[in-house]
């Protein structure tokens, strides 16, 4: 193995500088949840290490699920107890590395007439996930007559509802817990790029030995020498695998995911609901700050891969699932304040439909070399990464090197969690609003700060002490950005209002109010020129009509 590089913060000139005189034992491609897991699985166990995306970090999937770390109950229905058992066990270790990230949530399943789910399969089959996630304490199941059920969530149909199984999962954002992940590497040598986009491979004696990518942002090309490379491209797996000439046998079946989000007050339920849907489907209703979301649909995709969207036919069918479910809420088409759209890069099975293909995870070895991944689920991406480096560790061993380590990642806490349990987690938010609140700020501030960036938060507020801006609330977002371009590699207002905080999703409003001022100061961080500027508002206002406007117009 080579002497680790000075990698410690995600710097875009340093880190190209360290790329150019650098030799890698690992280059990962993709920066999503898998990469970036993979990034710090290798990192940690002393592998020299490069990162590189071709888009923002988390910008594919990894920002597009149902930021749920749950077991996956309804495959149970599929009999596949193995990855029931393997993404269950391991809500609890994700939940210890972040729990100021990945936070308890207890989910309703209501028992309904003619529903999917029966009292006593309901009853079994929570049993079973209990025992294979070894469920303990207030966190295991429980069976609830409908007098509580109706407590618990008054909007359930009081006529159809029969009772109710409640069990926990962990809700967290998908995007920063890549970032974390991705962070966190960087404290063991690990280098990482985004808008780097790998567009050939080197070989040496006909095995993969690095890649070439091109910088989005410069235009320039870079050759990156490795001893192995991992596509974890998510989405784009099978067309690495295609520049690398392997693609064959098993393949991608891609399939699409839409959530949409309404204002709370317009879709007021009092904790997360698991409910049927007339097709069979199942679907989730999650609160979360000032807004209520709901997902998710599983249809086949075969357009582009870069410009997924949500069309008229998706929100239709979501309105349509909730209205069934919730009838005295009555939501129409103008009640959604945004929503997303992303792709499921699952394993192609003849004869199966989007929503029967296995959510298992497959290792591709190319006969140049080229480990690809693909499949599984963001519960499941420790494991995944785990399994991608072991067979790196395999292939050293044969070659006559060291075997590396055994995987540690269950007992590396990921960058701002100094926090012991979920306990201090929620203290600390009382005492950082205790802080902001004579400054006019909410509870919900201090609740947002904390979950998206634990004890990270104090350098925020550093920041914020300094700045002198007049109005607090635009002095706290451009800290807020100050310390994602320092250290989260944002290179515009997207990367910032998406995948480093989410507003897009879940505080549309703020966008609005602040893009000005975000894009001012961006401006005057990179120096950017005026056709900069105006394409950065451009793309941002492109992307505010697009997760918040539905038309016919739009579907066509």
């Known amino acids: 193995?080579?002497?680790?590089?000075?990698?410690?913060?995600?710097?875009?000139?340093?880190?190209?500088?360290?790329?150019?005189?650098?030799?890698?034992?690992?280059?990962?491609?993709?920066?999503?949840?898998?990469?970036?897991?993979?990034?710090?699985?290798a990192a940690s166990r002393g592998l020299k290490v490069l990162l590189l995306e071709k888009g923002d970090f988390a910008s594919g999937t990894s920002s597009k699920s149902t930021k749920l770390?749950?077991?996956?109950?309804?495959?149970?229905?599929?009999?596949?107890?193995?990855?029931?058992?393997?993404?269950?066990?391991?809500?609890?270790?994700?939940?210890?590395?972040?729990?100021?990230?990945?936070?308890?949530?207890?989910?309703?399943?209501?028992?309904i007439e003619g529903g999917s789910y029966g009292k006593?399969?309901?009853?079994?089959?929570?049993?079973?996930?209990?025992?294979?996630?070894?469920?303990?304490?207030?966190?295991?199941?429980?069976?609830?007559?409908?007098?509580?059920?109706?407590?618990?969530?008054?909007?359930?149909?009081?006529?159809?509802?029969?009772?109710?199984?409640?069990?926990?999962?962990?809700?967290?954002?998908?995007?920063?817990?890549?970032?974390?992940n991705i962070k966190t590497s960087l404290k063991y040598g690990a280098g990482a790029l985004n808008y780097a986009e790998v567009t050939e491979f080197l070989y040496k004696d006909k095995t993969v030995s690095g890649v070439i990518f091109r910088d989005v942002i410069s235009g320039e090309?870079?050759?990156?020498?490795?001893?192995?490379?991992?596509?974890?491209?998510?989405?784009?797996?099978?067309?690495?695998?295609?520049?690398?000439?392997?693609?064959?046998?098993?393949?991608?079946?891609?399939?699409?995911?839409?959530?949409?989000?309404?204002?709370?007050?317009?879709?007021?339920?009092?904790?997360?609901?698991?409910?049927?849907?007339?097709d069979g489907r199942m679907i989730f209703a999650i609160p979360r700050g000032k807004v209520t979301y709901v997902g998710t649909t599983d249809t086949n995709y075969n357009s582009d891969k870069d410009k997924v969207e949500t069309d008229l036919a998706d929100a239709i069918y979501l309105i349509a699932a909730v209205n069934n479910m919730f009838p005295e809420i009555e939501l129409e088409m103008d009640d959604i304040e945004s929503s997303w759209a992303g792709l499921r890069p699952l394993i192609h099975e003849e004869g199966k439909s989007a929503s029967e293909?296995?959510?298992?995870?497959?290792?591709?070895?190319?006969?140049?070399?080229?480990?690809?991944?693909?499949?599984?689920?963001?519960?499941?991406?420790?494991?995944?990464?785990?399994?991608?480096?072991?067979?790196?560790?395999?292939?050293?061993?044969?070659?006559?090197?060291?075997?590396?380590?055994?995987?540690?990642?269950?007992?590396?806490?990921?960058?701002?969690?100094?926090?012991?349990?979920?306990?201090?987690?929620?203290?600390?938010?009382?005492k950082i609003h205790e802080r902001l609140k004579p400054q006019g700020f909410s509870k919900y501030d201090a609740w947002y700060l904390v979950t998206n960036y634990g004890k990270q938060t104090e350098d925020i507020l550093d920041r914020f002490?300094?700045?002198?801006?007049?109005?607090?609330?635009?002095?706290?977002?451009?800290?807020?950005?100050?310390?994602?371009?320092?250290?989260?590699?944002?290179?515009?207002?997207?990367?910032?209002?998406?995948?480093?905080?989410?507003?897009?999703?879940?505080?549309?409003?703020s966008v609005r109010e602040h893009m000005d001022a975000v894009i001012t100061e961006l401006s005057k961080i990179f120096k950017a020129d005026k056709g900069t500027t105006a394409a950065w508002t451009e793309e941002l206002m492109a992307e505010l009509k697009s997760h918040s406007h539905f038309s016919l117009d739009k579907d066509k």
């Not at 000075?6 to 280059?27: G, H």
């Not at 309804?74 to 936070?103: C, N, T």
């Not at 007559?145 to 109710?164: I, Q, R, S, Y």
């Open 1 to 41: 193995m080579s002497q680790t590089p000075s990698f410690s913060n995600l710097d875009r000139k340093k880190t190209l500088a360290e790329i150019d005189s650098t030799e890698f034992d690992l280059v990962v491609i993709g920066g999503g949840i898998t990469g970036g897991g993979i990034a710090l699985d």
């Open 69 to 111: 770390i749950h077991g996956g109950l309804r495959y149970l229905k599929q009999f596949d107890f193995w990855l029931v058992k393997e993404v269950g066990s391991e809500r609890a270790i994700v939940h210890k590395l972040a729990p100021h990230l990945v936070l308890p949530e207890k989910m309703l399943l209501p028992l």
């Open 120 to 180: 006593w399969l309901t009853s079994v089959g929570l049993k079973v996930y209990d025992i294979l996630a070894q469920v303990g304490g207030d966190d295991k199941r429980k069976m609830l007559e409908k007098k509580e059920a109706m407590a618990l969530e008054p909007l359930l149909p009081k006529k159809k509802v029969k009772g109710a199984g409640y069990y926990a999962e962990y809700r967290t954002d998908d995007a920063r817990l890549t970032l974390e």
């Open 221 to 278: 090309s870079h050759r990156v020498n490795a001893k192995y490379v991992i596509n974890a491209a998510g989405p784009w797996v099978d067309e690495l695998r295609g520049i690398n000439h392997s693609k064959k046998g098993k393949r991608l079946h891609l399939t699409k995911g839409v959530h949409l989000v309404f204002p709370h007050k317009k879709l007021p339920v009092k904790q997360s609901v698991y409910f049927d849907v007339p």
């Open 357 to 430: 293909l296995s959510r298992k995870d497959e290792i591709f070895t190319s006969d140049s070399g080229l480990i690809s991944i693909a499949g599984g689920k963001l519960t499941g991406y420790r494991k995944m990464a785990e399994r991608a480096v072991n067979r790196i560790s395999r292939r050293l061993e044969e070659e006559g090197g060291e075997k590396l380590p055994e995987c540690t990642t269950d007992t590396i806490p990921l960058c701002g969690n100094d926090f012991k349990n979920y306990k201090e987690v929620k203290k600390y938010i009382d």
């Open 465 to 509: 002490a300094k700045r002198k801006e007049e109005e607090a609330a635009v002095r706290m977002i451009l800290s807020e950005l100050e310390f994602t371009v320092a250290h989260e590699m944002v290179q515009s207002p997207l990367d910032f209002f998406v995948r480093r905080t989410g507003r897009l999703y879940f505080d549309i409003h």
